[in-house]
């Protein structure tokens, strides 16, 4: 199951970002794919927001791993793998006994067989002014999760 959508501007990818998270299932993995620039960031802020994060919600790009209370309970991880020269390397993020809520994955090919397997991937690219998103479920969970949420909320979707 996947659904593609035209993001027209920042606003949109916000809004999918919080649609996703309404409906997103506990424990859910999520990668995000897309060339720099691409907004994976951004949806991994958006996402972060509507579950509660208050403060600075950091890029990983040099911590490689940023970890977030949620008001609702549980942990979000949101990685940035994309300095990372061998999946190896992710051992030492002591994230084999992570129970987390979420997991957001930036440049999860990166990190080869060492993450969770995903629940939901989502490809980001530039296209025209806005962006492109293309969302796929990877497991039962994420097809139930595709099933239940709003597309028409995000402006654009088609």
């Known amino acids: 199951m996947s659904a593609a959508l035209q993001l027209a501007d920042p606003a949109a990818t916000e809004r999918l970002a919080a649609a996703l998270a309404d409906a997103q299932p506990p424990g859910a993995v999520v990668f995000l794919h897309g060339d720099l620039g691409a907004g994976k960031s951004t949806l991994a802020r958006a996402w972060l927001r509507r579950l509660g994060v208050t403060g600075t919600v950091r890029s990983p790009t040099y911590t490689l791993v940023e970890r977030y209370p949620l008001a609702a309970g ?55 002014g806005g962006r492109r998103a293309l969302l796929s479920a990877r497991s039962e969970r994420g097809r139930a999760w595709l099933a239940a949420w709003r597309p028409c909320e995000v402006e654009g979707s088609s």
Do not use: K, N
């Open 74 to 128: 549980g942990e979000a991880l949101h990685l940035d793998l994309y300095r990372i020269g061998d999946p190896g390397e992710l051992e030492f993020l002591g994230l084999d006994d992570a129970a987390a809520s979420l997991w957001l994955v930036e440049w999860p090919q990166r990190g080869g067989g060492a993450l969770p397997p995903p629940d939901l991937e989502v490809a980001l690219e530039l296209a025209g």
